[in-house]
């Protein structure tokens, strides 16, 4: 996998937004070109196809830099991987929207806390690749979690085992049970049942109500930081 596919990879970047950063339409590709004169070199960018292909070219010998590609580059080379990774992840932040997760409420929850508090997807666990956390820069503890799994295991009601996207978010203990016996809310799945509560992205509740759930999940976190 090269640099720029593990960067970009479950990100989908908006032409529009690449332009706006600077890129210009040249031979039915995108491509954007930030001189390193302190190095004498160049970095050349071309999108195309839904793919980013990224160069470093030396200016002094006309051809392209290839070093600070290996594993393990040091010293200049690693100086020179360091400005192009910047430089990548940048464009990732400023242009891209998360395809983690497939559309409807999951995908608007995810790219909405990152538009919102700057919050990104973290995938912790290796062996359960489909569950994200989510907490405020800084913060060890997370707000929030999404990941998939059989309805039954949320949802005590039924026996069907379809696989759902869920959500689990902080909830005040004072009010847990005044919130669970409301319609979309379950009591957490694989998380404190008193504090925590799961929601089914199934659209039974509006994005509107998540979102402010969300913020106050978000805001117990950074009080309990605080204090």
């Known amino acids: 996998m090269t640099i720029e596919q593990e960067i ?7 032409e529009e937004k690449l332009i706006g950063y600077g890129f210009q339409s040249e031979g039915g590709r995108l491509v954007f070109v930030k001189p390193l004169p302190e190095d ?14 990224g160069r470093v070219i030396d200016l002094d ?7 600070f590609r290996r594993e393990g580059a040091s010293g ?30 999951a995908r608007r929850i995810a790219e909405a806390l990152g538009e919102i508090y700057g919050d990104k997807p973290e995938f912790l666990w290796e062996r359960y690749p489909t569950y994200a956390v989510f907490r405020p820069s800084g913060c060890k503890k997370w707000y929030a979690m999404l990941g998939t799994v059989a309805r039954a295991s949320v949802d005590h009601t039924t026996d069907e085992r379809r696989i759902v996207e869920v ?7 004072t009010q847990t049970e005044a919130i669970l016996a409301m319609r979309g809310y379950y009591p957490a799945y694989h998380m404190n049942k008193t504090t925590w509560c799961s ?6 509740l509006s994005d509107e109500e998540i ?17």
């Not at 970009?8 to 908006?14: E, G, H, I, M, V």
């Not at 192009?84 to 559309?103: E, M, V």
């Not at 929601?199 to 039974?204: E, M, S, V």
């Open 211 to 227: 979102f402010r759930r969300l913020a106050e999940s978000r805001e117990m976190v950074l009080q309990a930081k605080k204090g």
């Open 76 to 105: 200049y080379s690693a100086d020179i991987r360091e400005k192009f990774t910047s430089l990548l992840y940048d464009l990732r932040d400023r242009c891209g929207r998360d395809t983690h997760f497939a559309p409807g409420q």
């Open 199 to 204: 929601i089914i992205l199934d659209g039974t």
């Open 40 to 53: 004498r070199m160049q970095i050349r960018l071309e999108y195309a196809e839904g793919e980013m292909r």
């Open 61 to 67: 010998a006309e051809d392209d830099y290839t070093n």
């Open 167 to 173: 959500l689990n978010l902080k909830i005040d203990r």
């Open 8 to 14: 970009f990879q479950n990100t989908a970047l908006s």
